[in-house]
RNA sequence: GCGGACGUGGCGGAAUUGGUAGACGCAAGGGACUUAAAAUCCCUCGAUCCAUGAUCGUACGGGUUCGACCCCCGUCGUCCGCACCA
């Protein structure tokens, strides 16, 4: 048998499957990423918004928990205790509908899916703490939310009322203002309905104001979503004005019509009021006129089809009462019920000013009614100043307005302020100014069975008593039925059957539980203290000196850029209030909402197909796609966000089985930035896979040679080379993953391997500096790595003969004299055209880059003779001679 | 309708925020190695032209500037959020 010859470069492949679980066990074994409250280093905590048990990880976890945890494996090597902890938010109706659909409990459920994805993640190769775990639906952590519930309740801070609310007629349950979007269940997508019923209120209102404030304190959040709480807050300002019904017009016992304004100043321009279909006024003068309580009916039944009512024309209906204006007793205007005015905003009444506003104008286009304009442009003609078809809601000057003819809009609006605010009826005044806020209470009860139970009891004779602290948690039975439509908490034979905690009386429990997002409004507080059985928190550890909070770098979906991010932001509120922190408001210091993982979709004959069972090529420069099993051709369809219905999804088992998690890892990382959607290619993994191995080999090559080469800056020719490089990149790489660009860094990493590459392949043959300069740089190169792919980073470690764990490494620091280049490089212009370079010392002035770059052939070609007028010098820039 | 973001090669994207446009990657083409393939390595890769070089080029039209992807005015397009909020 013929014996071949071993070639001495030949490495083998790296292979993922062996070296991940390796490594994984290693730093399980030190426990490596277990966090120390007592640690007296600087902390910082990192955390990515925890995910819904849903049963599966996804690719959208994927890359949110991987950019996370680079961030948490860089502080760490910077020498921080960092908190990076995990956790489930665990309550929600898909247990619920798992339950109905297959007879499991939900939370046997639950709780295997909690298994299935922990083992998921734990292939991911993160950093996390485990020993901080918890779900939501563990009743040790929801018997402190129920505390917590009991002391807001205390403060004031939770109300019961009887309110109209929005039903969602799909998942069977109320929902809070925030959580119908276009009108729809955020989660089932069920036109919503209004009903009146009595249910829990968190009273995020009497908070309105400074939730606004703080959102000017977030200076590391994105703009984007200030901007939408911002919206979402929505503080106008205003005018409360009462207008005297005109005698005779109005029906028995009301005398007066309060409106609510933030135009006083257009108040003689206007010509009719509008109100809502369920403002008293308008039931009282329905009660003797059929047609208008006809055209109430109508109006409700329009608005229970929120679908219909973007369309939806702008109707009204005269109730022939007349109210007076009130600058002026003999001038009286109509009121109508109007169909676009909203009983909830306001009075649920407005004065129209149809020239400055486009939606009354239509209003009074229609119904023939005065259009006069009050304010007009700068430099119009005041006579001549018409408005048909188009409302002016610019700014301008008064007119056609009496005593407030020619004042700016604003002087006007004072001046009506402090006129009513002065003139009473009624013994009250007839104005006052008034600051309105858009944002509603939040609305906590679900009709549901899977969440925290509101841990009150409602007694005939005591009322709603709060279940007394000693008795918590108010855990859920575990018998269960899912049989009948509605909640299966009330359905319970015996659960809800309780004695009354003050008077011993029967009574029941309240069958409520919490929305969800309650649950996730403090997780990230719990994680400062898991262990604490006491207590919600603990104070020396949840904030302030020595405690976590805010979280330095929060990061998660854009679509939380409202509900969970401003319900958070009031929790942590009414937990000072209450004190379970003992300062900290915003608990979210920096926030990064990271973009989705999409791809491209595929349609066979039998419809949507997954890029699994698909083979795409390349043909011609038109890319062809058929079916693995038969060659059926498939259509390649849009890009979009991976989901089911489209099957245009990728298993991240499947992906970390045949590449291995640091493959999957890197890719998520590369090309898009992290706040723009990434495109899932097949090309693209491979790519990353590609460099995988080529890392893997650029280390297994040098090794035998570096192995017991002590690292060193070169200063001299290639080893000076590549120490700059090594330098200049480690600096770069560094300010880059500070600032999330993740992408940024990736190349810089790539540019580092091609300038070692060529160096690697000589190492053996010189001696001099180089070996010692490419050790250097190759331990730059496998710390830098580290955090994006931790696996091969230690085995590469390990392969050098590096000592310890990198993911125990501290980040090297860059030698400044090595970043910055004696000789410079200017690009030299003639007339804002580059002709050429000029290379110059570093330190050169300016006269001396004047003179050199004037001496250049190329730029005296270009002058063509002509004496240069201007010689721009930019340091270290740019040279630009102009003739 | 209101508010916000964005528009750069075949593609994803860089460009120190007013100073060399296209880093880095993907795709493509050519070559080397190989019996062959894979892997790997090397080269080319914005467009045009009288191709040793030059001209044009960052959605489009103008402007400011010695100099504009970047600032200003206008137009077109894409995406996202809010939407009868008085």
């Not at 400062?528 to 909070?549: F, I, M």
Request: hydrophobic residues 40%; charged residues 25%.
């Amino acid at each position: 048998m013929l014996l071949k010859e071993n070639p001495v470069m030949a490495t083998e492949r790296y292979n993922p499957r062996a070296s991940e679980p390796k490594w994984q066990k290693a730093w399980d074994a030190e426990k490596l990423f277990e966090t120390k409250n007592e640690d007296p280093r600087p902390k910082y905590y990192v955390l990515e918004m925890f995910p819904y048990p849903s049963g599966r990880i996804h690719m959208g976890h994927v890359r949110n928990y991987t950019m996370g945890d680079v961030v948490a494996r860089y502080h760490r090597a910077k020498g921080k205790n960092v908190l990076h902890p995990m956790g489930w938010d665990a309550f929600g109706l898909p247990a619920e509908n798992a339950a109905r659909d297959n007879k499991v409990n939900p939370r046997d459920w639950t709780y295997s899916n909690i298994k299935t994805m922990k083992g998921q993640l734990k292939t991911m190769g993160l950093s996390l703490d485990w020993a901080r775990e918890f779900a939501t639906c563990d009743p040790s952590y929801y018997r402190h939310q129920q505390k917590m519930f009991l002391d807001f309740w205390k403060a004031g801070l939770v109300e019961r009322r009887s309110a109209k609310v929005n039903w969602d007629p799909v998942d069977m349950t109320v929902l809070a203002n925030e959580q119908v979007i276009d009108g729809k269940g955020w989660r089932s997508g069920a036109p919503v309905e209004q009903r009146d019923l009595t249910q829990w209120f968190f009273k995020i209102t009497s908070m309105s104001q400074d939730l606004l404030d703080g959102l000017d304190t977030l200076e590391r959040w994105p703009e984007k979503v200030r901007v939408m709480q911002q919206n979402w807050i929505g503080r106008s300002e205003g005018l409360l004005v009462r207008w005297p019904l005109a005698k005779g017009t109005a029906p028995a016992g009301e005398s007066e019509l309060e409106v609510y304004t933030t135009r006083p100043d257009t108040i003689f321009g206007a010509s009719f009021m509008a109100i809502a279909a369920d403002h008293p006024l308008a039931r009282k003068v329905a009660e003797a006129n059929p047609k208008l309580a006809a055209f109430i009916d109508e109006v409700h039944h329009m608005g229970t089809s929120v679908a219909t009512l973007e369309t939806a024309e702008k109707k009204g209906f005269d109730t022939g009462v007349r109210v007076v204006h009130p600058f002026d007793a003999n001038w009286t205007l109509p009121v109508y019920v109007a169909n676009f005015v909203l009983m909830d905003y306001g009075t649920g009444a407005i004065f129209g000013c149809p020239a400055h506003d486009q939606r009354d104008l239509d209003f009074a286009n229609k119904y023939g009614l005065p259009v006069v304009p009050v304010v007009k442009p700068e430099g119009v003609d005041a006579a001549s100043f018409l408005i048909t078809e188009e409302a002016y809601s610019d700014d301008g000057k008064m007119i056609n307005s009496r005593f407030l003819d020619g004042m700016s809009p604003e002087q006007a609006f004072n001046e009506v302020a402090t006129r009513l605010s002065g003139t009473t009826i009624g013994n009250r005044p007839q104005a006052e100014r008034k600051v309105q806020f858009r944002l509603r209470d939040w609305l906590i009860s679900r009709q549901r069975y899977w969440g925290c139970p509101i841990p009150v009891v409602h007694c005939d004779d005591c009322g709603a008593v709060p279940v007394p602290t000693e008795q918590l948690p108010v855990e859920l039975p575990s018998e269960v039925t899912f049989d009948k439509p509605g909640n299966p908490l009330d359905h319970h034979p015996t659960w809800k059957h309780v004695d009354c905690p003050k008077c011993g009386k029967k009574a029941r429990r309240d069958t409520d539980t919490m929305d969800t997002f309650v649950d996730s409004s403090w997780y990230f507080a719990r994680f400062t203290d898991p262990w604490n059985e006491a207590a919600p928190t603990t104070l020396s550890y949840v904030d302030g000196k020595g405690g976590w909070l805010p979280v330095n770098q929060y990061i998660g979906g854009i679509e939380h850029a409202i509900l969970h991010l401003l319900y958070s932001r009031f929790f942590t509120r009414a937990m000072k209030a209450t004190g379970h922190v003992n300062a900290v408001e915003e608990p979210f210091e920096g926030l990064f909402t990271q973009g989705m993982v999409v791809h491209e979709t595929y349609r066979g004959p039998q419809g949507w197909v997954m890029p699994a069972e698909v083979k795409v090529e390349e043909a011609d420069g038109a890319r062809k796609a058929t079916l693995l099993a038969d060659g059926t051709p498939v259509e390649i369809g849009s890009i979009e966000k991976m989901s089911k219905s489209k099957k245009n999804v990728v298993d991240p088992d499947d992906i970390i089985a045949s590449y291995g998690a640091d493959t999957a890892r890197w890719f998520m990382l590369s090309d898009s930035p992290p706040e723009r959607d990434v495109i899932w290619t097949e090309a693209g993994v491979e790519g990353a896979h590609r460099f995988v191995q080529r890392i893997w080999r650029l280390v297994a090559d040098a090794a035998p040679a570096l192995r017991d080469v002590a690292p060193k800056a070169g200063t001299e020719g290639d080893a000076a080379t590549v120490s700059r490089a090594a330098h200049k990149i480690l600096k770069a790489v560094g300010e880059d993953i500070e600032r999330l660009h993740f992408n940024k860094a990736v190349a810089r990493l790539y540019e580092l391997a091609n300038v070692l590459s060529p160096q690697v392949a000589v190492v053996n043959d010189g001696g001099g500096e180089r070996a010692g300069a490419v050790r250097q740089a190759l331990e730059f190169l496998i710390i830098m790595i580290a955090p994006m792919m931790p696996h091969l980073a230690e085995e590469s470690w390990q392969a050098l003969g590096g000592k310890g764990l990198v993911a125990a490494a501290r980040w090297p620091a860059f030698d400044p004299a090595l970043v910055v280049d004696n000789e410079v490089v200017l690009p030299v212009q003639v007339n804002g055209k580059k002709r050429g370079d000029l290379t110059i010392a570093r330190d050169a002035d300016q006269a001396a880059v004047e003179k050199a770059a004037l001496a250049l052939d190329f730029v005296q070609k270009a002058l063509e003779g002509k004496t240069p007028r201007k010689v721009i010098v930019v340091p270290q820039r740019i040279v630009n001679v102009v003739a």
